[in-house]
């Protein structure tokens, strides 16, 4: 099946209203490109889970912290459509820049509480720009349905939270991280990484498995996180931005593992700031007597 590209956003209410004079539900999965499995992961739970798939193509220049990071940004539009065509997605929605920002455009959806802490005190604005321009693709397209990678877990619950907050009728799915053979989670800054910071790089995933494996056996957080830290510092990893224990279901800081939870790490390695996090089990509750 072919996907159709579209650019306007006139264009894409109109063949949302076309699908749905003839039933069935939307989804829309948000990307800005350079499109790998785990992507495609996303568009094939969208296409199991509903009758039509937008893939949304957009590189937010807003959403960046440097200008190196932004025009580094691989831009590969051609594969990804080659790329969506094999899965069967009915639209790639690339709008230009112009039409996301027209002249004048002074809104911006500002997300507290959950944007507030682990990338957000390294990001400056970063979460502002994403829950502003995820709110614009979601009203744009009306989808009922989002699919989004766990891989972003605190940009899930961003995205959550203003879906909530505004009263946007739209569900938001989701998925589990797709990761390589070596455990990294994929991600399209991964291609920047040499063969040397990609050995190093995957030390990340290893220490964050092993480090909630010991959270769950009972390791008090506090140590294992300081263990954890120390090993990725002895890895090469230039800098770790940031690594925290936090509740899988609001997000908040956890000194102990009283409840399903995230372990949450960003560091750098080369020029190449990494996020990844994987879940950790609860210790189980003590049965009290009496
Ligand atoms: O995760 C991303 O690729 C982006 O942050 C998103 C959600 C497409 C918004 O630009």
Redesign the pocket.
């Known amino acids: 099946m072919t996907t159709t590209i579209i650019r306007t956003i006139e264009e894409l209410r109109k063949t949302v209203s076309r699908w749905r004079s003839m039933g069935g539900r939307v989804a829309v999965v ?3 490109g350079a499109l790998h499995e785990g992507h495609l992961s996303l568009v094939r739970a969208a296409l199991a889970g509903t009758d039509w798939v937008i893939v ?1 193509l ?1 590189v ?1 220049p807003r ?1 960046f912290n440097s200008a190196d990071d932004l025009t580094t940004y691989p831009r590969t539009e051609n594969e990804d459509l080659a790329k969506i065509e094999t899965t069967g997605a009915h639209v790639l929605y690339a709008p230009n820049l112009e039409d996301m920002y027209p002249p004048g455009f002074a809104t911006t959806v500002q997300v507290g509480g959950v944007s507030q802490g682990l990338c957000g005190s390294h990001r400056e604005g970063h979460f502002d720009a ?1 829950a502003t ?2 709110t614009k693709l979601f009203l744009q397209t009306g989808a009922d349905i989002a699919y ?2 766990e891989k ?1 877990f605190q ?1 899930l619950h961003v ?1 959550r939270r203003l879906a909530h907050d505004l009263d946007i009728p739209i569900e938001v799915v989701a998925c589990p991280t797709i990761r390589d053979a070596d455990g990294m989670a994929m991600s399209s800054r991964n291609t920047r990484l040499s063969a040397e910071e990609r050995k190093i790089a995957s030390h990340l995933p290893t220490i964050l498995f092993e480090t909630a494996k010991k959270l769950s056996g009972g390791l008090e957080p506090r140590e294992a996180i300081a263990e954890a830290q120390q090993r990725l510092r002895t890895a090469g990893f230039a800098g770790v931005d940031y690594l925290e224990l936090r509740s899988e279901a609001e997000l908040s800081s956890l000194d102990q593992l009283d409840r399903p939870a995230r372990l949450l790490g960003a560091a750098t390695v080369g020029g190449t700031r990494l996020i990844d996090n994987v879940a950790v089990k609860p210790l189980p509750k003590l049965a009290t007597s009496g």
Do not use: E, R
Request: proline share 7%.
């Open positions: 948000p990307t800005m949304t957009f937010n959403q994403v321009i995820v989004l990678g972003d940009q995205v």
